[in-house]
């Protein structure tokens, strides 16, 4: 069977994938087809272009802002459209980031109020422990059940049991049972009858169940004797126990009921074998349970069981002494090891969260603060400190756990152990990503607009990182929320409480956290030490001569891009964008899905007690025993409701020892299902109270049913026969009913209803009828969760059956056990129901947020192949699919969301300036993805990856087996598989289907949601990156490509440039208008001859054409001239209105300066600049701004992304 389900499951994993290969062949050659197709047409339009007239001044520039880029790059590389909604989302953050960092005191104080209203619910705080209401619907079919059956029988017995095994011995288990171990025992069990409670004396007699009123129900070989050991034969003991085990009947306990074999001797074969071959001796005492109304009842109950389960454990000592082993459980032993777990539980979480608590405070100062800084200046390093700032962001995250927890108390929502162990864990690892997010955007900004007031800067950070944080936060919110429809209430508690806190803690980080950042940016500009604001340091210890002081950007000296953020750019990135490696990446992800697909039905349901336990719990061995010794299964109760069964067609869909019995009645189907033990999991004949009730009547049972000196029916007409004709209905099946109730069941007449139905039915005098009943018969061992599955499966298919047989009856299957494995009859279609619903809300919200249907399946599919995948690697791992799991299938949902989120918006919105510098080679997708790799691959991986693996890692540690399997296998699993998907996988799916591209309202040009802290200098090649100016000329000689602006005050560059190394040039300001620091760095495609500058006065502009026109002549003599005219044609080289038209014309390429000018908008132009009048200067190719000092030309797409991206400030700009 194993191995034909294998084959099965290979054939499986082949066909899906098969399937993905062949549509993931045909969608790459349709890529490839329609890349071609573009090529050529795009070859066809420029030999179009260059054969046509341009005499026209007015046609030629429509053709060129229609046709060609800024900076040179093909149409499809740069966006040219904003995103309607993407900008009001951006505006609303600036906005409210301005408001809440130009009032800090009122926005914290309001913070902290509302947290603190919401947080008065805790006075209603409550913790819901009982299993019962934990994992089943009040109003679902098993609850009401539950209650039914409660309500008319009484709750389920309280069992106490033990085993005594034999199995201490190097060979294995052997024969449990020996005189000596009996007399032993005897005592024992005389010492459990007589326990009293140090309390208040209760003993065994005063809580145990005692169907006959007098003797207690104990389930145990020393009841064949009365619990007499004086009753045992010492020579012949053996035989007397066979033939107790051999006719029951003839050794009834003191309760009058038999017992069978299999419920007191274990370990052996029941047919074949003699009792000295059991290798368990098994013991249960039953005490009477009590509705939870009846408080002092089940206290008394609760406090004996406690005395007993401490003589218990002195007996375990005993028993090792005598070469056994004892392994027991008592009714509240299970919840008392629960509760030690969870505090041993407690431990790891609070060790967990102080490890990603120490790394959030440390990594969020690592944008600022150096190793070599703190080498050589440590009091400076203690001002750049952000130590103080991730405790607050900590604080926030404790915030909104509180306020989330407040306010569902007040509602009345109880939490569970559950969310008190999972929620500030999943929060605080959602929490601190957003906090790094905003401050390394923040550290960014204070680079770029290093000027501006804090207020704008920390706008401009919120403004860019506001929508991205949106994203997530939505779709983590929208995903958590969806499980508050779902009837479990555990799950259903779960939900609630955890949208709240992702939600709440939201809008904390958005409004609180942005003040305490902007106080923050403040106490480092004014010198103070962080922790300690009070002490002030010098400002002549600054070293970095910037504007800000302390709180400048540092650059001189610094290395601003990390080793992980350079092997993005450098290597991975272009790396995981090659043709062949796309096509690899998706083959190998696809193969992972359809293997995960393919595992899926090898998930395994339920929830074995032995995981629950904490290792080395005494409770392990007594489930250890359980299924391996107890030969007999729980007991099982087909309950009927509502029947009339003092009519005689009700008695018949009842009965089954009678000729006039229906076929399918409840009595025949159950004794076929028996029959059938495979299918059915039904082992015993049926208690039917029915056929027992009319059997008492009968008068030839002359001890049953008496009246006087005859019995009841002797003298009837028609007599007593199997047909049942005759036989009482209405008032007299009533009377003679109660009669056979209260009948005490002996060895003379033993189908007397006390003992065996006292409780088994509910008569009605008044209605005359049977408003409740049930027909007992018991269950197969059941060793597994799958058997407890399969057994609650069965019963309610044969109660299904019975009810559609008989019209007039319905029936119920009820077990202890049931309550807690009806989750499993819906788990699956609940979880797919949970994970579709939640899908389709990230589809939804996704394709609103970035404005993209494609881009938004594309992270859609990317979710639900890490569900899959992380569900694939449950079943490899053991762990089964049960409430548990289920809730941390909804989290996997919402972080694999984090996980994508910000991929996806890094390649919808991407960077100008991270995007101009994609490879040649990738246009398009492909280079829009290049961005958002380079963007925040590194940030993904060291900031969101490395926060979750650290608070993961450290659950590897607990000694709870529950949080090692269902939560440190799956999060490491969540982890893993949404840190390749979003950083392997999505990339590649987006650079072959993802949607357009938006241009950044922000238009900074800088890292979105740099978690690594890197900055500017990031963007430019390595040979840029020496401070001194210097050094920088001496760099450009040797390259070609770049351009570059840089001033200090009092520093001019050499007046002339660098000879015979055209492409580089560094043009120094005139003295009349000197920067204080710097301003620009740019970068263009290596192109020969490419040029950028700006220019003031007529000395520069002269100055600049000769020093062009003698690079020109050099690079004529040395490089394909048509080559390079091509290049300047795409908007390379900018020309500057002081030279002559002729030098225009040589410049671009004979008459081609009317394609160079980049396609930008004027209006952005003026809104960027901040002035009033933008012209653009067709003749010579370029945007003439109007000042008061006179004219500024901007030459070049740098020059504008220069000011776009706020390294050359409009202040500036504006000096000038």
Sequence with gaps: MRLRGLRSQLFAILIIYSVFVTLLVLAVSGHVAAAKHRQSKNERLQLLQDSGAHDDDEDDTRDMLGRSTAGGYPADRMPTQQYVLNTYIDRFFSSLARTCARFPAITISASVLVVILLSLGWMRFAVETDPVKLWVAP?????????????????????????????????????????ETLRWWFDVEARVSGLKTEENGITLHDVCYRPTGESCVIQSVTQYFDGEFDNLEKEGWAEQIQDCVDSPVNCLPPFGQPLAIQRLLGGYNYSSEPITEAKALVVTWVVKNHNPSEVEALKKAEEWEAAAQNLLLQVMDEARDRGLRLSFNTEISLEQELNKNTNTDAKIVVISYIVMFIYASLALGSTTVTASMVLRNPKQAL??????????????????????????????????????????????????????????????????????????????????????????????????????????????????????????????????????LAVNQE????????????????????????????????????????????????????????????????????????????????????????????????????????????????????????????????????????STCEAFSLANILEQERKRPEQSFIADATASWVDDYFHWLNPELEECCVDGKTTCFADRDPSWNISLSGMPEGEEFVEYMLRWLDSPTTQDCPLAGQATYGDAVVVDEKALTIPASHFRTAHTPLRSQEDFIAAYAAARRIATEISDKNEGISVFPYSKFYIFFDQYASIVRLATALVGAALAFILVIATTLLGSLTTGIVVTVTVAMIVVDIAGTMALAGVSLNAVSLVNIVICVGIGVEFCAHIARAFTIPSPSILERAPSSLRGKEARAWAALVNVGGSVFSGITVTKL??????????????????????????????????????????????????????????????????????????????????????????????????????????????????????????????????????????????????????????????????????????????ISAEMKRGVVLVCPKMSTGASDE?????????????????????????????????????????????????????????????????VWKRW
């Excluded at 930008?1160 to 000042?1187: M, N, P, Q, Y």
Aim: aromatic share 10%; net charge negative.
């Design 139 to 179: 109003d679902s079919d098993a609850a009401q059940e539950k209650h039914f059956f409660d309500t008319n029988f009484g709750p389920f017995f309280r069992a106490e049991q033990a085993f005594l095994v034999n199995d201490t011995l190097p060979s294995g288990p052997g024969p449990v049972l020996s005189y």
């Design 383 to 516: 001002v750049q400190s952000k130590f103080s700032l991730g405790v607050v962001g900590i604080l926030i995250v404790l915030m909104s756990v509180a306020a989330s927890v407040g306010l569902f108390s007040a509602m009345g929502v109880k939490a569970t152990l559950i969310i008190a162990e999972v929620i500030p864990f999943l929060v605080l690892a959602v929490g601190v990503d957003n906090i790094f997010l905003i401050v390394h955007e923040f550290e960014r900004v204070n680079i770029s607009h290093a000027d501006e007031a804090v207020p704008e800067r920390v706008a401009r950070a919120l403004g860019r990182m506001g929508p991205s944080i949106q994203l997530s936060a939505m779709t983590e919110t929208v995903a958590f929320a969806l499980g508050a429809a779902v009837g479990m209430p555990a799950v259903r508690n779960f939900a609630a409480y955890a949208a709240g806190a992702v939600f709440i803690n939201a809008l904390l980080q958005v409004t609180m956290f942005v003040a305490v």
């Design 523 to 658: 106490r480092v500009e004014s010198g103070r030490m962080d922790c300690v604001p009070c002490v002030r340091l010098d400002k002549k210890m600054d070293s970095s001569g910037m504007p800000n002081g302390f709180g400048s950007a540092p650059f001189s000296g610094v290395e601003e891009e990390g080793w992980l953020s350079r092997f993005v750019r450098k290597r991975y990135a272009p790396a995981l964008l090659g043709n062949k490696m796309r096509v690899a990446v998706m083959t190998l992800f696809l193969g992972f899905f359809a293997v995960g697909i393919a595992l899926l039905p090898e998930v395994q349901l339920g929830l074995d007690q032995r995981i629950a336990i904490p290792t080395g719990s005494y409770l392990i061995d007594y489930f250890n025993d359980l299924y391996a010794y107890f030969g007999a299964g729980p007991p099982v109760y087909f309950v009927t409701r509502g029947v009339n069964a003092t009519s005689r067609h009700a008695q018949q869909e009842l009965c089954g020892r009678f």
């Design 950 to 1123: 650290l608070g993961v890692f450290v659950l590897a540690f607990t000694q709870s087996k529950i949080f090692e399997v269902y939560y440190f296998r799956v999060w490491l699993a969540l982890v893993v598989w949404a840190a390749l998907h979003a950083l392997v996988f999505l990339p590649v799916a987006l650079s072959m289907f993802g949607g357009r591209g938006y241009i950044d309202p922000e238009s900074d040009g800088g890292l979105e949601q740099d978690l690594a802290g890197r900055r500017y200098r990031a963007l430019l090649p390595e040979e840029e990156e020496t401070p001194r100016v210097e050094r920088q000329i001496d760099q450009a000689s040797k390259t070609s490509g770049s351009i570059g602006l840089y001033s200090q005050r009092d520093q001019r560059l050499p007046a002339q440039l660098p000879e015979g190394k055209g492409g580089t040039f560094a043009v120094d300001a005139s003295s009349k208008y000197p920067i204080e620091h710097l301003t620009y760095f740019g970068t263009l495609i290596d192109t020969p001859g490419a040029v950028s500058w700006v220019v003031r006065n007529d000395e520069e502009a002269a100055w600049i054409e000769g020093a062009v026109m003698k690079l020109l002549d050099e690079e004529r003599k040395r490089a394909d001239w048509g080559k």
């Design 1147 to 1211: 410049l671009t390429g004979r008459g081609g300066g009317r394609m160079c000018v980049g396609y930008f908008v004027v209006e952005a132009i003026r809104g960027w600049l901040g002035v009033s009048e933008v012209e653009v200067d067709t003749r010579h190719c370029g945007f003439v701004v109007k000042h008061p000092d006179g004219p500024v030309v901007l030459l070049s797409r740098d020059d504008v992304e220069g000011i776009k991206g706020g390294l050359l400030q409009p202040q």
